[in-house]
């Protein structure tokens, strides 16, 4: 299977702002997601982020140390595991996957402020692109949107 793989170039507001609204997306039309993160710490971030990030609602999602990490809608991890069999996998930290032919879809968010962060975003997306995968490229708006470039 060939995963389709979508890079989110942040520019304007961080990553505990911007992914909850995309894992909005993903969680109302009814699809699972793994978001795989470079350290326990930053799972932590957002796992407080997914909880708090509006007034009135909250992203029901677990991560390792959850119980019944098999029933989370949306699961954090710095490993490899799907224990609920997601579709979707989010990659942050500049994180890769062994497994991502197990997935539909592939977010890949990497921080345009951080020039490493650049570099090794436009090395993946040659790698995919080299490998086969179906490719679209957003970038973030000052309002906190996304807007497809080519």
């Known amino acids: 299977m060939v995963t389709r793989i ?5 520019l304007h507001q961080p990553l505990n702002n911007a992914l909850p609204k995309l894992l909005q997306k993903v969680y109302d039309a009814g699809l699972k997601a793994v978001i795989k993160v470079g350290t326990n710490e930053r799972m932590g971030e957002l796992d407080e982020a997914l909880w708090t990030f509006t007034k009135d609602s909250f992203l029901p999602h677990g991560h390792m140390k959850s119980k019944s990490s098999d029933q989370q809608p949306i699961y954090l991890t710095t490993g490899d595991e799907n224990p ?3 579709t979707v996998l989010i990659l942050v930290d500049n994180m890769t996957a062994d497994n991502l032919d197990k997935y539909d879809r592939c977010l890949e968010m990497f921080d345009g402020t951080n ?5 090794a975003a436009r090395a993946r997306w040659k790698t995919y692109k080299d490998a086969g995968h179906e490719l679209t490229y957003w970038q973030q708006t000052e309002q906190g949107g ?3 470039k080519n």
Do not use: K, R, T
Not at 6 to 10: A, C, R, T
Not at 115 to 119: G, K, L, N, Y
């Open 6 to 10: 979508s890079f989110y170039h942040l």
């Open 84 to 86: 609920a069999d997601a």
């Open 115 to 119: 020039q490493d962060a650049v570099i």
């Open 146 to 148: 996304w807007g497809q």
